[in-house]
């Protein structure tokens, strides 16, 4: 199993510029989530899902927007990147329908600058 | 959630226990404590997790406090490799609104040779 895959690792935008980070896993979980990391803070939640055709906002929600059309991908879009959203992006998921473990898996992160 | 209270950072000699303290007063009875830790630009990583009983796996130990007010993570015999920021999260296991991990700033453990 390869986990929880993020593709691009990195990416560097001009301010404006649009731009969709795709997150996949192979673990067959129920929820996904897209978290923010600034330097020298924690995580911050994006967006998140409980299951396939659903999203809801997080802590931080405003200038991305997210999909999840099929359960194992979940899609964090920037419509018009501003250099306040340089950042790396870190997608996790959790909650296998079967098994006991609520384990959350996370990605190993995507670099984005905007300049 | 639970407020946590972590050290910002703390040190310790290869080879020798590493003991992390945390602080949660304001725990609910159906919160659990997970620790998590973050390698220098990689994702997170799940260490443990309990409720209230002490806790064992391959990678640590956690203490809970009778009370449930503070626990401590211990990395039995730390290496160089366990160089890490480890945060304490506590939340409640299963919610139909998600399971999103608060982190705060964690503690940023150094292992020295």
């Known amino acids: 199993n390869a986990g929880v895959t993020q593709t691009p690792k990195f990416r560097v935008l001009k301010t404006g510029q649009s731009m969709t980070l795709l997150c996949a896993q192979d673990m067959n979980h129920e929820y996904m989530y897209w978290y923010r990391q600034d330097p020298g803070m924690g995580l911050r939640l994006i967006h998140y899902s409980v299951g396939e055709g659903t999203t809801a906002k997080g802590e931080v929600p405003d200038g991305y927007n997210v999909s999840r059309l099929k359960k194992q991908n979940f899609l964090l879009g920037l419509e018009s990147a501003a250099p306040s959203q340089t950042s790396v992006y870190f997608c996790?998921?959790?909650?296998?329908?079967?098994?006991?473990?609520?384990?959350?898996?996370f990605g190993p992160g995507t670099r984005l600058t905007v300049l | 959630d639970a407020k946590t209270t972590q050290p910002t950072s703390m040190d310790c000699a290869e080879g020798r226990a590493a003991n992390l303290p945390c602080n949660h007063s304001t725990i609910s009875g159906n919160e659990y404590v997970y620790w998590y830790r973050q390698i220098h630009s990689q994702g997170p990583q799940y260490i443990i997790h309990g409720l209230k009983n002490n806790e064992t796996n391959e990678m640590a130990s956690l203490i809970i406090t009778e009370d449930r007010k503070s626990s401590t993570l211990i990395l039995p015999h730390a290496t160089l490799r366990d160089t890490a920021v480890y945060y304490c999260i506590v939340r409640a296991r299963f919610s139909n609104s998600g399971y999103a991990l608060n982190f705060g700033k964690g503690t940023s453990l150094l292992v020295t040779p």
């Open positions: 996790a998921s959790s909650y296998p329908l079967r098994g006991e473990t609520d384990t959350q898996y």
